[in-house]
Nanobody, 129 residues
Framework: QLQVVESGGDLVQPGGSLRLSCAASGFSLPYYYIGWFRQAPGKEREGVPCISGDDGSAYYAESMKGRVTISRDNSKNTVYLQMNSLKPGDTAIYYC??????????????????????WGQGTQVTVSS
């Protein structure tokens, strides 16, 4: 069964950092793209970055560009989202999602929810003092 599971969400103070993990099972990362999305209370879900599991090419949305880094460790079949200089506005549930690279085009598809086939349950990030 193909699935992705997020972890690493926490309560952090403004200006702090967090690293989220997205562990993939049932499929091999090099054949997929992984995207991170977030949904704040009362807002629509938005794409953050996505990454090619093959060559590691990464694409970032403007909303968090410069403050996040997406990376992957194919030996662990895991994608990471390092977030720095966190703000209260970053409070959200963060989701990772997977899509086969065979029918995906980046970067235009990165933030398009409907293109992704497999979603995790999300991990809560709260930025507050």
């Amino acid at each position: 069964q193909l699935q992705v599971v997020e972890s690493g969400g926490d309560l952090v103070q403004p200006g702090g950092s967090l690293r989220l993990s997205c562990a993939a099972s049932g499929f091999s990362l090099p054949y997929y793209y992984i995207g991170w999305f977030r949904q704040a209370p009362g807002k629509e879900r938005e794409g953050v970055p996505c990454i090619s599991g093959d060559d590691g090419s990464a694409y970032y949305a403007e909303s968090m560009k410069g403050r996040v880094t997406i990376s992957r460790d194919n030996s662990k079949n895991t994608v990471y989202l390092q977030m720095n200089s966190l703000k209260p506005g970053d409070t959200a549930i963060y989701y990772c999602a997977a899509v086969s690279a065979s029918h995906f085009i980046a970067p235009s598809g990165c933030g398009v929810e409907r293109l992704y086939d497999y979603w995790g349950q999300g991990t809560q990030v709260t930025v507050s003092s």
